[in-house]
């Protein structure tokens, strides 16, 4: 099977200092995998390489969904973010718009035409997250929960290979958390893969899966 994701000693650094070295690690279609370290310990940074958000310093290989970040050009990467589906903590949705004219705005600035095309995916994905009766609200009538159901619908518009979740549930109460948690270990059963990091180990506890752990500059499984 082939890897979604393929480092060998990489080092990643911000702002001219190291934060991760050696990160060696594969994720394969459709697993599931928690990153989880405390504040600081280069979770997000990780995150953001994959989505050349942060280059890698250097290192023998890393690979996203095939694109070489090591020597990525840059109009290579919006083709390589519109096969990744990316999950923020703060949800980042447009506030002056309703929950569909949000994934619309997403869906067109994906290059995507054709207003039946788009009004069907949205549909899709909504239903995806059981939002699909929502789709009239703006998001400052939706709760937290429901909000980051939405940012998970939109990450999923465009079908992506690979879902990175940043502290998913950091805003969330206990009960929603664990609802999101679950709607992303599904995910990853329909054939995405998933990355998720979390500092809230009873989530771990209670949907077991692969855990990669950021510690003392290190990813260490």
């Known amino acids: 099977m082939d890897s979604i994701v393929d480092y ?3 080092d ?4 001219e200092r190291i934060v991760l070295k050696d990160v060696g690690f594969t994720l394969k279609k459709g697993e599931f995998c928690y990153l989880v370290g405390r504040v600081g310990s280069g979770k997000s940074s990780l995150m953001k390489t994959m989505y050349a958000d942060v280059l890698p310093e250097s290192g023998e290989k890393a690979e996203v969904l095939g694109f070489d970040l090591l020597h990525i050009k840059p ?6 973010r519109r096969r ?20 619309r705005f997403v869906l067109e600035a ?10 069907s995916r949205i549909e899709e994905v909504l239903c995806e997250v059981g939002m699909q009766n929502k789709s009239y609200k703006m998001p400052h009538e939706l709760s937290g929960g429901e909000q980051q159901r939405v940012v998970i619908a939109r ?9 990175i979740a940043d502290e998913p549930t950091g805003n969330l109460d206990p009960q929603t958390g664990f609802h999101i948690v679950k709607l992303l270990h599904h995910l990853a059963e329909e054939g995405h893969t998933v990355l998720m990091a979390t500092h809230n180990l009873s ?3 209670e949907f077991p899966a692969r855990v990669l752990r950021c510690e003392d500059k290190r990813l260490v499984e």
């Open 110 to 119: 994906t290059g995507w035409k054709g207003r039946t095309d788009m009004e």
């Open 155 to 163: 990450a999923l518009l465009n079908k992506p290979s690979l879902v």
């Open 203 to 205: 989530l771990v506890d």
């Open 8 to 10: 060998k000693k990489v």
């Open 84 to 103: 990744i589906g990316i999950v923020f903590q703060d949800f980042q949705l447009l506030q002056d718009r309703t929950v569909k004219a949000n994934l």
């Open 75 to 80: 109009r290579q990467v919006p083709q390589l």
């Open 12 to 15: 990643i650094s911000r702002a």
